[in-house]
DNA sequence: TATGAAAGACCGCTCCC
DNA sequence: GGGAGCGGTCTTTCATA
């Protein structure tokens, strides 16, 4: 889990599979002209230095019903509840991203519903009743022009 | 592409597979009592249907010296800017998501950095001088406790 | 139509150079 | 870092209910 600084060829990897993580070794060292072998102990040596965390498949989740993406800056009556807090947002499965945050709010999180109505729903019934929650706002997604990785 | 209504199956093999891309097809045979065909035929229905987008490798930002997360609500002079100031944002490599909303902000923008430094050179010399912004909100993320994905 | 079983091709892993 | 062999996995095909 120690520092391992990349090169070149880590970085050519990393970007690959960060496009497909089923790509297989043989095409990798084709393309960066080594050998399969060498694709494989650069990989192995990032999922011990903790650079590759794991795989994933990628959902679109538009096509499971939830269209609808939306923002909640969230604002605290005491900082202190913030463990709290998020104990609670964590068990609406809505909730699929917190930060702490510093600026306008205290919290900010991201939220996915099934439609305008599910969301009006998760807002009143599960995040305005936890009851350290001053305030919220809500900015809804219409579209995300932008979604990518960091580039390595 | 048309519309797929899965079912318990499937959602079981998607929730196996966003943890695991790389799971074999005969463990989820083995998990759920089926045979490995047919996971792989669920599977390769659920890529046609457009359910399944594709794979990634997750990479830990961190190790690779993206410390700083943070998110900027950007307001436009004029609305119509919108088209062209995605396009700039877009050749910026540390803005990594980009919303267009309702609410507050014309934009709203997640953007990974190396240090404050690097933050504050990608506000003043990146995104302040995207000529269509009229100002900028920064909230910068000091944890994210909560960090998943819908489950289906 | 969807599932299960088996065979062949492919891939990843390991050892040795 | 490169190359070869073994073991495991994926994919395909065919039979079945």
Known sequence: MENYQIDNLDKSILQALMNDARIPYAELAKRFSV???TIHVRVEKMKQAGIITGTKVC???KK????VCCFIGINLKHARDYQETIA?????EEVVEAY??????SIFIKVL???MDHLHDVLVNKI?????IQSTETLISLQAPIMREIQP
């Open 59 to 61: 959902i679109n989740a």
């Open 35 to 37: 050998s399969a072998g």
């Open 100 to 105: 702490y945050t510093t600026g306008n709010y």
């Open 88 to 92: 609670q947002l964590e068990s609406f």
């Open 64 to 67: 499971l019903g939830y269209d």
């Open 113 to 115: 519903s099934q439609s």
């Open 128 to 132: 305005q009743s936890i009851e350290a």
